[in-house]
C-alpha cells in the first residue's frame, strides 16, 4: 500500500515488494502491483492473518496469489511464477 511517489522511491533504493492475496482485491492495491516492475515482485501469504474465503492464507494457497497478478499484469501464470522465482534467487544473492 502507499503512493506512487513512495513506490518509485522505494525502487530508486532497489527495494523488492512483495504481494499477498489482499492487497491485489483493491483499486489502489491493483494500481501499485502493475506499477512495479517484474523484476521487484515477490509474494508473501500473510498468514494466519490474512484469510481467502474461510481459508487461512498459506503458501499452499500461493497460487491464487499468483493467478491475480498474472491478471493484473496481463500475464500468462507460468510467466508470474517464474519471474517470481528468479526474484527470490537474486534477492537471496
Known amino acids: 500500500s502507499g503512493s506512487l511517489k513512495n513506490l ?10 512483495s504481494i499477498n492475496f ?8 491493483q494500481k501499485i502491483i502493475n506499477a512495479i516492475p517484474m523484476d521487484r515482485l ?35 501464470t507460468q510467466t508470474i511464477s517464474q519471474q517470481i522465482f528468479e526474484n527470490f534467487k537474486n534477492f537471496l544473492k
Open 8 to 17: 518509485n522511491k522505494a525502487l530508486e533504493y532497489g527495494y523488492y515488494f
Open 22 to 29: 489482499s492487497m491485489t482485491n483493491s483499486i489502489n492495491g
Open 42 to 76: 515477490l509474494t508473501e501469504s500473510d498468514g494466519p492473518f490474512i484469510h481467502i474465503g474461510n481459508k487461512i492464507n498459506s503458501p499452499e494457497l500461493m497460487n491464487l496469489t499468483i493467478e491475480r497478478l498474472a491478471n493484473i499484469k496481463n500475464l500468462p
